[in-house]
């Protein structure tokens, strides 16, 4: 289709630009006299409606960028105007001359607005990675004594009605919650039309404790052993269960119904700890769910989940992906790591940093970020010192592969039980054919 668009535009409007006439300074002059005219379309930018507040002096300011991104789009467009010209010109509206300005100044705004639009997208774009770096969990942490702010996604979808997005924005002032992205698809027309509505938020209310890679892995290993204790003592399976397809943060609900008799006193405060942060958060969680469903009325479907903007496993998932790893936690996998980190450290020192790793991986073609490095390096480094020795990046690579290798099983199991279901669905519905022709 775009190829069509293409041939159809050179076909009928490209061949009718007047190219020689561009020289005359009568051209030249009512041409950009008449672009200005496209500066017309830039008042609709007073139109965008206001999704978020922002803070007095805020370096990242998204209401800015609607507003100016969305007036600028607006001038962008100019096939239409060829079509109206030549037809003005073929029923002698004005001369040859006035035709080539008109050309002159639509051909300006098709070629320089699109320019100015994509370079302002840039900027925003910048300015908004720049204010998810102010962001970045192991930062704040460092501030704070290993404590960070809670961040949600909240995901909601709903009939759409006037005053939506402002609703939106008064129940998010209100939670105290602080919009960090957001986006926003409308799926059909009218009065039938539903919006589905996508917050990445930081909770100013509530802070909960970063644990570290070696934290998170001591974590997993007393659940295990509480799990495995727990099955030889005859606890609930059901128990068992729920347990099994949590987080390494079990709840007080669940971890109530293991045995922790095996485990060392400083494992069960580990994870004892570990239960009453993820209470709070799955309280937290229900009052926005049930705030936000409730403000929005009938129809509406709202969850809330924990968002990590900075996931320390993500510098690790691209280099997995460069090298072909797969998923799981083979000698073989583990070795490819380990090779990437010796060609890392170049000086056989033992050791890297992060501007070293960053570089390093930059150089091999990897599309990663500083602050992804930063996030990857302050997990593992537990002394502060700002450097992760060999073993530690193997330990944390072991880690790493068991969690990707758990979470493909649990993605396969997943998709068996829903094959199942849909099997078990079919010939439900095909019973019931049977039993009407009976």
């Known amino acids: 289709m775009t190829w069509l668009l293409r041939v159809f535009f ?26 200005l005219c496209v500066a017309a379309k830039l008042p609709l930018a007073l139109y ?21 991104i969305t007036a600028l789009a607006m001038t962008c467009r100019g096939e239409f105007s060829f079509i109206i010209a030549a037809f003005a010109l073929g029923e002698g509206l004005f001369n040859a001359k006035m035709y080539a300005a008109i050309v002159w100044a639509v051909l300006l705004s098709c070629i320089s607005s699109p320019f ?3 370079n302002l997208i840039k900027y925003f774009n910048k300015k908004q990675l720049d204010y998810l ?20 996604h909240i995901k909601a979808r709903a009939p759409a009605f006037g005053g939506m997005q402002e609703k939106f924005r008064k129940i998010v002032n209100e939670l105290g919650l602080e919009v960090v992205q957001r986006r ?9 039309a539903t919006v589905q509505t996508d917050l990445y938020v930081r909770d100013t209310t509530m802070t909960v404790k970063l644990q570290k890679i070696a934290a998170q892995k001591k974590i997993k290993r007393a659940l295990a052993s509480a799990i ?7 606890a609930p399976s059901r128990a068992l269960s729920l347990v099994k397809q949590g987080s390494i943060r079990p709840s007080s609900g669940n971890l109530s119904q293991l045995s922790l008799k095996s485990l060392e006193k400083d494992e069960k405060e580990m994870l004892e700890r570990a239960a009453e942060d993820e209470d709070a958060i799955i309280k937290r969680g229900d009052i926005v769910e049930k705030t936000i469903e409730k403000a929005l009325g009938d129809g509406a479907d709202v969850t809330v989940d924990v968002w990590n903007p900075w996931p320390w496993t993500d510098v690790l998932d691209k280099i997995g992906a460069n090298y072909g790893v797969a998923n799981n936690a083979s000698k073989e996998n583990v070795d490819i790591f380990v090779a990437v980190f010796d060609k890392i ?6 050791s890297i940093d992060q501007d070293e790793m960053y570089q390093a991986l930059v150089d091999a073609g990897l599309d990663i970020t500083e602050e992804g490095v930063l996030t990857l390096v302050s997990m593992i480094d537990e002394d502060g010192d700002g450097d992760i020795d060999r073993e530690e990046w193997r330990k944390t690579v072991e880690f790493y592969l068991e969690l990707k290798e758990e979470e493909f099983e649990m993605s396969q199991q997943q998709g068996k039980q829903s094959i199942m279901q849909d099997l078990g669905a079919k010939k439900l519905e095909q019973l019931g054919k049977l039993g009407d022709d009976a």
């Open 184 to 192: 926003t698809n409308r799926d059909g027309r009218g009065l039938n």
């Open 228 to 234: 495995e204790s727990s099955e030889t003592e005859g």
């Open 345 to 350: 450290d170049s000086d056989g020192g033992g």
């Open 10 to 35: 050179s076909a009928s409007i490209g061949f009718q630009i007047p190219v020689k006439q561009f020289g005359d300074p009568f051209v030249i002059g009512w041409g950009f006299i008449l672009y």
């Open 48 to 68: 965008v409606p206001q999704f978020e507040d922002v803070k007095k002096g805020a370096s990242y300011n998204p209401f800015l960028r609607d507003r100016i």
């Open 116 to 118: 100015m639009l994509l």
């Open 133 to 152: 770096a102010s962001t970045n969990p192991v930062k704040m942490a460092k501030d704070s004594d290993g404590d960070t702010p809670l961040f949600l």
